[in-house]
């Protein structure tokens, strides 16, 4: 399956109160690597043929914060090709090396055109295999 | 157990290019909802005897899209007490009347002292019984 | 010059590290001002007749923190209606009585039509004078 | 005067329901910049020694829309060295040639040491210088 690696840093608009990784944010860099993963194989998120991607699921676990300024890895790999939904997984680590895991999720998402599922395009499915 | 109900709007600030709820966006209502929960029951985030509560594990289910400037209604409820967490439980309807289901989920957080899981404070535990 | 009052609080997503409002957050209750100010007259910033609003110039002062749950009072009052401009000026009260000044701006919003800015419409014009 | 240039894109979370960037989040990015500057002269955001700045005036003007998944570049300057007082001052370029330039604006920052306005410490001004 499709898969790529983003480098990011904790920045100051993404860290809460509590000087860390502000939960909510996390999601804006799942879906950031959803079209930077899309964008890899050569499909536009922004030039769709008619197609749109409602979230139908996400979630994520925590394992350890990620104070403000914090350099990290995140990866995301196609999870699931469904009949016409997608599911991306994400690990996100808190080393270059890849070995400290400090969250891992998920975000599924339907294939829907003219405001019905559809399925997925072949060449969209061929993409990201 | 403890449960509340906030009435909110989808703010310009909420939406995305669709024109519909940004799903990042709704797990800030959730910490308000959490926060505005604590509030209700005469416990305040924001002076906590020491306690903190990094989340653990959120998930989200979406049912309906709910486009700009649409009002919803949060119900909050405590879902779980375990022994060093406790669970919230969101849903978010698309109507005062709370019959659409616009979507549904979870916020689960970890009680912290000294940088340690500890018990949730007893007095806690039976403001959110 | 029509002007309202809305009433919010520093919610957890809205600081930041520091504790205190994150500033760029002001600009979303900037922006749901202008859309309550608009709702407050009978406009709907969601069913806007084919007008679009870019906003052209935004700035703000900051005179005390507003720290992490704090109440607040924005005052929105329509502050210039040019040709084809509108500018809303802002009053950020850290209190209920609105003495003690937290924060003051602007956002200036052109009124632009199939492209190309266009005279405030008169229905809209006469509604916030 | 110090300056560097980041090059960025507006993501999906940085877009408005009008499909382009949403003003708020130009912010984010004027605070990523001022991070990276000092960053970029051996000053830590994070790191800094006793050291705060909170925000006292920010403002911009947008000449052109950046739409979603637009890319560009940031250039950031320090623009004043006051006394107590630092301000950067920021274009947003349409283009990698730095020809367009979709926006501009500033971000005055006060030095603060323990709860007052301080002097910018000889070594950070003359990093900035």
Same mark, same amino acid.
């Given at each position: 399956?499709?898969? =790529?690696? +983003?480098? !990011?840093? =904790?920045?100051?608009?993404?860290?809460?109160?509590? &000087? !860390?990784? #502000?939960? @909510?944010? =996390? $999601?804006?860099?799942?879906?950031? &690597?959803? %079209?930077?993963?899309? !964008?890899?194989? &050569? $499909?536009?998120? $922004?030039?769709?043929?008619?197609?749109d991607f409602p979230r139908k699921h996400?979630? /994520?676990?925590? #394992?350890?914060?990620? *104070?403000?300024? /914090? *350099? $990290?890895?995140?990866?995301?790999?196609?999870?699931? +090709?469904g009949n016409t939904s997608i599911?991306?997984?994400?690990?996100?680590? /808190?080393?270059? %090396?890849?070995?400290? +895991?400090?969250?891992? %999720?998920?975000?599924t998402v339907v294939v829907v055109?003219? %405001?019905k599922p559809a @399925?997925i *395009?072949?060449?969209?499915?061929?993409? +990201?295999?």
């Amino acid at each position: 399956m499709a898969s =790529i690696e +983003l480098r !990011r840093r =904790i920045r100051w608009a993404d860290a809460d109160a509590a &000087g !860390r990784l #502000h939960f @909510p944010r =996390i $999601f804006e860099y799942f879906e950031e &690597g959803e %079209g930077e993963l899309l !964008r890899s194989v &050569g $499909f536009s998120m $922004f030039d769709r043929g008619g197609y749109d991607f409602p979230r139908k699921h996400v979630d /994520a676990v925590f #394992h350890r914060a990620l *104070p403000l300024d /914090a *350099p $990290f890895v995140m990866r995301v790999t196609v999870g699931k +090709l469904g009949n016409t939904s997608i599911r991306y997984d994400y690990q996100v680590f /808190a080393d270059e %090396g890849c070995s400290q +895991l400090a969250l891992e %999720g998920s975000m599924t998402v339907v294939v829907v055109k003219e %405001g019905k599922p559809a @399925p997925i *395009p072949d060449k969209l499915r061929e993409l +990201l295999s």
